[in-house]
């Protein structure tokens, strides 16, 4: 059950308590509620299995990594009979850790830019969401302060009241603070971005570069532009 739960009595209540407070009609907080509820994925246990698949990931790739240095130390001849008995090659073996350790970046990059938001209390941050919008629909200020860890602003006044009045234990603060951060990145996500003005014949000065530099490479194995892996080359290399 959600902390905004259909048509529940406790809920109503706390609609009407946090309405009076505010000041606003019970049906603009309904309204602030819209779209507040996280994505399916959000749920501690996804994201326990997300950390497990990091860890797992390194760790295969650690192993990979390791096969990869003592096979080489073998003679051409044993490698030469273990590939005739089906199985891989030393460049296969560092292939696959490459592709581990890619895979390992991928899941700890989208561990980081996706933190369970509010720590562990959802409920809290869907709260701080709430005063967040209906904030946002008077136009009030959405600021954060305290003084001995009490709320100094209007918004985080709200927040703490409301948390109270949906029966949700967790720091008021955290909670506005995440909320309010969300709000400031979504504010910059829609902002055009600032292109550069360049030259046409800096444009070609750089095809020119890029184009001789390519003939000259000689790449380990096709790559995405961008992957982290060439870094690794001399750790498994």
């Keep these: 059950m959600t902390v905004f739960a259909d048509e ?3 809920t109503n209540i706390a609609v009407e308590t946090l309405a009076a407070k505010l000041n606003v009609s019970p049906n603009l907080v309904y309204d602030a509620m819209k779209g507040i509820e996280p994505p399916a994925w959000v749920s501690p246990e996804n994201f326990h299995k997300l950390k497990d ?3 797992a990931f390194n760790k ?14 073998m003679s051409l001849e044993d490698t030469a009979n273990l590939v005739d008995s089906g199985c891989a090659t030393i460049g296969q073996i560092r292939i696959l850790a490459e592709q581990l350790y890619e895979d390992a970046d ?3 990059k989208f561990q980081e830019d996706n933190p369970r938001p509010g720590g562990k209390r959802l409920d809290a941050l869907n709260v701080a969401r ?3 919008n209906i904030f946002k629909i008077l136009g009030k200020p959405i600021t954060v302060a305290h003084t001995s860890g009490f709320p100094t602003t209007e918004y985080g006044y709200a927040v703490d009241f409301a948390l109270a009045a949906f029966h949700v234990k967790a720091d008021w603060r955290r909670a506005a603070e995440a909320a309010q951060q969300e709000h400031h990145n979504s504010i910059l996500q829609t902002k055009p971005p600032q292109k550069k003005l360049i030259s046409l014949k800096g444009q070609l000065d750089f095809i020119t570069f890029e184009l001789a530099s390519i003939q000259t490479r000689t790449p380990l194995r096709k790559m995405p532009h961008h992957s982290p892996w060439m870094r690794i080359v001399k750790h498994i290399g």
């Design 8 to 10: 529940s009595e406790q």
């Design 130 to 132: 709430l005063v967040l």
């Design 60 to 73: 295969a790739a650690n192993l990979a990594s390791e096969l990869h240095r003592e096979m080489r130390k």
């Design 53 to 55: 698949a990091v860890l």
């Design 106 to 108: 991928y899941y700890r």
